[in-house]
T-cell receptor, first 112, second 115 residues
Framework: DGGITQSPKYLFRKEGQNVTLSCEQN?????MYWYRQDPGQGLRLIYY???????QKGDIAEGYSVSREKKESFPLTVTSAQKNPTAFYLC???????????FGSGTRLTVV | GENVEQHPSTLSVQEGDSAVIKCTYS??????FPWYKQELGKRPQLIID?????GEKKDQRIAVTLNKTAKHFSLHITETQPEDSAVYFC??????????????FGQGTTLQVKP
């Protein structure tokens, strides 16, 4: 699916529950990113990783955690500390500095 | 750090007319400027990009222009069609010195093409 796959497409979370969103790419890209998009809004950076075993906080990292144990995978955990997690989550990858992103198809998370 | 401003936030045109979306950036060292199109509920997709050593680039009905002196770049869509209706995002790369590879996105423009 464009070389970068996000799952699940839809996810429902109960109050106080942690959930993990999957992002896998087979593009051999070094860099990976997580964005949050609220209805009618732009893209806000949560976390990014330029290389395996390394990642940095973006603009809205509170209540989220990530890992980068493999080049192909960059899962995002939405913790219970994130008080308003309902949003559309987009994962992206790139070859790094001066290159565009390839986006996944997104995960729509809803708190029930 | 880099900041990108995008205007207008909404744009409505008649089918067949042209549409222009403008972005300004703050860091003169930025060297890569992509444009993304996002249809409702779908992923953003790269439609055209330009690097700082080029002033203009065209691909069929879309073109991008870059003015490095003024630090602004624009997306031009000619002969618009209803399927051009979407949200368009501009972006600028963080300067090479930052070594982050991040893109800084504009706030988005919702384009509506009326049949």
């Amino acid at each position: 699916d464009g070389g970068i796959t996000q799952s699940p497409k839809y996810l429902f979370r109960k109050e106080g529950q942690n959930v993990t969103l999957s992002c896998e790419q087979n593009l051999n890209h070094d860099a990976m990113y997580w964005y949050r998009q609220d209805p009618g809004q732009g893209l806000r950076l949560i976390y990014y990783s330029q290389i395996v075993n390394d990642f940095q906080k973006g603009d809205i990292a509170e209540g989220y955690s990530v890992s980068r144990e493999k080049k192909e995978s960059f899962p995002l955990t939405v913790t219970s500390a994130q008080k308003n997690p309902t949003a559309f989550y987009l994962c992206a990858s790139s070859m790094g500095q001066g290159n565009g992103y390839t986006f996944g198809s997104g995960t729509r998370l809803t708190v029930v | 750090g880099e900041n990108v401003e995008q205007h207008p936030s909404t744009l409505s045109v008649q089918e067949g007319d042209s549409a222009v979306i403008k972005c300004t950036y703050s860091d003169s060292a930025s060297n890569y400027f992509p444009w993304y199109k996002q249809e409702l509920g779908k992923r953003p997709q790269l439609i055209i990009d330009i690097r700082s050593n080029v002033g203009e680039k065209k691909d069929q009905r879309i073109a991008v222009t870059l003015n490095k002196t003024a630090k602004h770049f624009s997306l031009h869509i000619t002969e618009t069609q209803p399927e051009d209706s979407a949200v368009y995002f501009c972006a600028a790369s963080n300067p090479p010195s930052s070594n982050t590879g991040k893109l800084i996105f504009g706030q988005g423009t919702t384009l509506q093409v009326k049949p």
